[in-house]
């Protein structure tokens, strides 16, 4: 069996070693300013997409939330599966009330409600209020929390959806979170972040949902 290939910095001395990092770093950074630099467009209002089948997503766009509202910007979540149950980050988000507007406007998961025509009503009812707060100007941030999952059953048609972001205030910024996002959806974002499973305590552990992890 051959040894591994040793790297010319395994035989550097510390200073070496340090002179060589200085000069990579320094490389890198000048690359980074030119990238930058080229880019023609500085302040957008994204379109962006939490999807993937891993634990995170919605933990994610709470982050982004939370972030808005740290630096004053008003943000409105509609949650379009998650019922009325309690929720750690609907707690943290509620105090600030002058900052944030978080509606849970779904009924549970499909499985748990097993009634398709309530499952359309609420999605409809919460979609009506999510345009709303997309057209409202003062928004900084709209979350539709857990959408793809109607969009996947049917429930709203895609290209509603993408009429609307289309025609959105230019500065807002509008998060879309769930599983299975249509690619018509993602074809229409200027970011898509997929979330992939590796392993997970409920699914290979046998760990129920926790609260202040899961809830």
Known sequence: MTEPRRKKTDTMSEAELDAHHAKKMKMKKAARNKMISAKPVEHKGLVMINTGHGKGKTTAAMGLAIRAIGNGFPVHIIQFVKGVWPTGERKVLESFPDLCTIRAMGKGFSWETQDRQRDIQAARIAWDNALQAIQNPKNFLVILDE????????????????????????NLHVLLTGRNAPDALKDAADMVSEINPIKHHFRDGGVKAQLGIEY
């Open 147 to 170: 959408i793809n999952i109607p969009l996947r059953y049917g429930h709203l048609k895609v290209e509603e959806i993408i009429t609307a972001l289309r025609n959105k205030p230019e």
